[in-house]
């Protein structure tokens, strides 16, 4: 796929009876997904030390820090959901609130484990589509935006947290300026050419903070699980792992099964540029990613009960305006 919009249309084939051509190809995108995930995890534990991450993961002295991760993440999701709800309503597009957040949820299972079926994004956008008869651009940019609102608040986040790193000193002002001249073309690009959107501008954007902070929390708990993380075994402080999380989030560009080892790999390349331990950056992205698949499990509902999926679902299209 090489956007969302093709993630739209390729969920609509993958719903039509498949040739043997199109099953053959689905498959090898399956395989070269497994096996781009097997070359970043052996690179990973080539770098690091298995046992020791193995040791931790299965022995926080903390345990219950992870259940207080997983509501983290868990609440994250559901602001998430809640953020893509503004830019369908700025387009005009209702959708029940519990409606919307299943499909998010199924979306994400499809995601994380089901990596060689249909896309998430590309799901969702179909069945409203079919459901409410919106164009699939107008779902496109209302998805494409919610991920750009994303996008800029890690970049807020990260030029904030650059400032608690002194190895970053000489580049933190320029990163500010840099990042600062960037938000108002964004701004002024977003509301010339796409006003239709912006009707919830900062109310998504605020969203989207509370967010990647929920994320973070989520982050800072698996660290407080093991208490010599920040003792005798804690060599840097919390903001270096915080910002290599941040830009290991770019993870998602590289085509794995699930995104699992894309994390792991930032995580460990970091581990070169900036002050963190690549045992310790390798645990947190592999319990992010476990914590995830667990959320992700509760899409598997509504995907053996689909008719829960439209429970709440509006008996005719609850538009503000004619979509065109």
């Known amino acids: 796929m090489t956007n969302i ?13 498949k040739t043997l051509k199109q099953k053959i190809w689905n498959i090898a995108k399956l395989l070269l997904k497994i096996g781009i995930t097997t070359v970043l995890l052996i690179w ?3 770098k690091v030390d298995f046992n020791a991450v193995k040791y931790r ?4 002295q903390y345990w219950w820090m992870y259940v207080i991760a997983i509501i983290c993440f868990f609440l994250s999701m559901i602001v998430s959901a809640w953020r893509l709800l503004s830019f369908f309503r700025s387009i005009g597009l209702n959708l029940n609130p519990k409606y919307n957040l299943r499909l998010y949820f199924l979306g994400m299972f499809y995601n994380i484990l089901l990596p060689g079926g249909i896309g998430g994004d590309g799901y969702k956008m179909y069945l409203i589509n079919k459901t409410y008869k919106v164009p699939v651009k107008r779902l496109f940019w209302a998805v494409m ?9 890690i970049g807020l986040l990260a030029v904030t947290l650059s400032f608690f790193i002194p190895q970053l000193a000489a580049y933190t002002w320029m990163a500010a300026g840099i990042f600062a001249g960037g938000s ?12 239709d959107y912006t009707r919830y501008f900062f109310q998504a954007h605020a969203k989207a903070l509370v967010l990647q902070l929920l994320q973070l929390g989520t982050v800072l708990c698996i660290i407080l699980s093991q208490p010599d ?3 005798a075994g804690f060599k840097g402080t919390f903001p270096p792992y915080l910002l290599s999380f941040l830009l290991s989030g770019f ?3 590289i085509p794995t099964a699930g995104g699992a ?5 930032f995580f460990t390349a970091l581990s070169k540029v900036f002050p963190i331990n690549a045992d310790i950056g390798v645990l947190i992205a592999t319990s992010f990613y476990l914590i995830s698949v667990f959320v992700a499990l509760s899409g598997l509902y509504y995907m053996i009960k689909p008719s829960r999926l439209q429970a709440d679902l509006p008996a005719k299209n609850n538009l503000e305006n004619d979509i065109v």
Do not use: C, M
């Open 145 to 153: 935006f919610d991920r750009l609102s994303g996008l800029w608040i």
């Open 261 to 265: 080892g894309a994390r792991e790999a």
């Open 184 to 195: 108002l073309i964004y701004y002024f690009v977003i509301h010339k050419f796409f006003k």
């Open 57 to 60: 993961l299965l022995h926080p």
């Open 44 to 46: 990973v534990f080539n």
């Open 229 to 231: 993380f920040y003792h």
């Open 5 to 17: 919009e093709d993630a739209a249309e390729e969920a609509t084939e993958e719903l039509k009876p």
């Open 251 to 253: 993870a998602i560009l």
